[in-house]
């Protein structure tokens, strides 16, 4: 018989194989590896992108972060899973973007179209990027659309970042250093080495697993929705890793999980409440297809309202407690927490202690003010 598992079970094994609970392991202090357990972390904004990471390792600070993936090259940061932007490892965009890039493209076929482009002039643009990144090194998007304008190809509106998407998922670009607060192109070739296409079933087995051990519980229609794969791309992902899973039971349907994960269905739950404040966009409230088991139908709106656009989430214990906002002038850093009830005394410190990492991981000096609101 399957183990069945509560949601509050269900809630800290996610959180534990996300990196959000302890599991008895210290966090990583390497931002690859921070990276790398998790997988990848969305990056539609670098600086939220960051924040993921501090609530997943320990002594990292935002600008450490930054500066080992421009100078170290050993993160890249590109348009992959859902055809969004994401910060993974160098190692892994390599194989990845072939397994995803002929999907993605085919599914914006309409959208590419809208804008001007098809498959004959979207192949002359890739060859005016390609060229132009050889002879300058670096592109804005603003020299990437002078460049199409003076050939006569797409370039207004949505047309040019359209082209780079294309250009990142076939790895001919990546984005490179800021210029300002504007990101730069360069080649992906030259910041990670190329790409590394593995057969599609070694490819499929290796995004399985990865993705089971940052997300499990959960079932193949997570890892599609997370993803961005076909329903039928993740059941053969699934099925290839099969030897490999254990059963749960939960919500009333079956779940899986890494056999290597099984352990931690006894080990015991802490007693403190774990508290993270979560960022816009944060992997983990984009890791599955539903998010019911994290927050309640009433208040999901308040997590995301449309247009895309998820808020920064009050954690406790896997459950969206509230979302949070944090305004940084000077010295002077200060988080207002929205709560969706009102929270336990218990957890207010919980609360102090993660703004005040928060603070450090800004950089912050011990001295500035820190103000919590709610």
């Not at 509106?157 to 210029?179: N, P, S, W």
């Not at 254990?246 to 774990?274: C, F, H, N």
């Not at 002038?329 to 207010?348: G, M, Q, R, T, V």
Request: aromatic fraction near 8%; glycine fraction near 8%; include cysteine.
């Amino acid at each position: 018989m399957n183990r069945q598992l509560s949601d509050r079970h269900l809630r800290l094994l996610r959180c534990m194989a996300n990196q959000l609970q302890p599991t008895g392991q210290l966090l990583p202090d390497n931002p690859r590896q921070a990276v790398e357990s998790v997988f990848a972390v969305q990056a539609q904004e670098l600086p939220s992108a960051l924040l993921s990471l501090r609530a997943r390792s320990r002594d990292l600070t935002a600008s450490g972060i930054e500066q080992v993936r421009q100078e170290g090259h050993s993160l890249v940061w590109t348009w992959s899973l859902r055809g969004t932007l994401h910060l993974l490892a160098a190692e892994d965009a390599r194989w990845l973007l072939p397994l995803l890039a002929p999907g993605l493209i085919a599914s914006h076929q309409a959208r590419f179209r809208q804008l001007g482009w098809d498959e004959g002039n979207s192949r002359q643009g890739l060859k005016l990027l390609a060229a132009a990144l050889q002879e300058y090194s670096v592109l804005t998007r603003l020299e990437v659309a002078a460049l199409l304008q003076a050939k006569r190809l797409p370039y207004a509106g949505q047309a040019t970042v359209h082209l780079l998407y294309r250009a990142a998922l076939e790895g001919l670009l990546c984005i490179g250093e800021l210029r300002g607060s504007k990101p730069t192109y360069v080649s992906f070739a030259s910041w990670t080495g190329g790409l590394q296409p593995v057969p599609l079933d070694e490819a499929l087995s290796r995004l399985a697993l990865r993705y089971l051990a940052a997300y499990a519980p959960a079932r193949p229609a997570d890892l599609a929705s997370w993803s961005g794969l076909k329903p039928a791309q993740a059941q053969r992902a699934w099925e290839m890793v099969g030897d490999r899973l254990s059963q749960v039971e939960y919500e009333g349907q079956v779940g899986w999980m890494l056999k290597s994960q099984s352990g931690r269905l006894d080990q015991s739950i802490p007693a403190e409440p774990t508290v993270r404040l979560l960022p816009r966009f944060d992997t983990f409230l984009l890791g599955y297809a539903s998010r019911d088991f994290m927050v309640s139908p009433q208040n999901a709106k308040r997590i995301n309202a449309g247009g895309g656009i998820i808020h920064p989430v009050l954690l406790v214990d896997g459950r969206a407690s509230g979302t949070w906002n944090m305004q940084r002038k000077a010295e002077h850093l200060k988080i207002s927490l929205y709560p969706f009830d009102k929270l336990p005394a218990a957890i207010l410190p919980l609360i102090e202690r993660e703004a005040g990492d928060l603070k450090r991981f800004l950089g912050l000096d011990e001295h500035a003010q820190l103000e919590i609101a709610w």
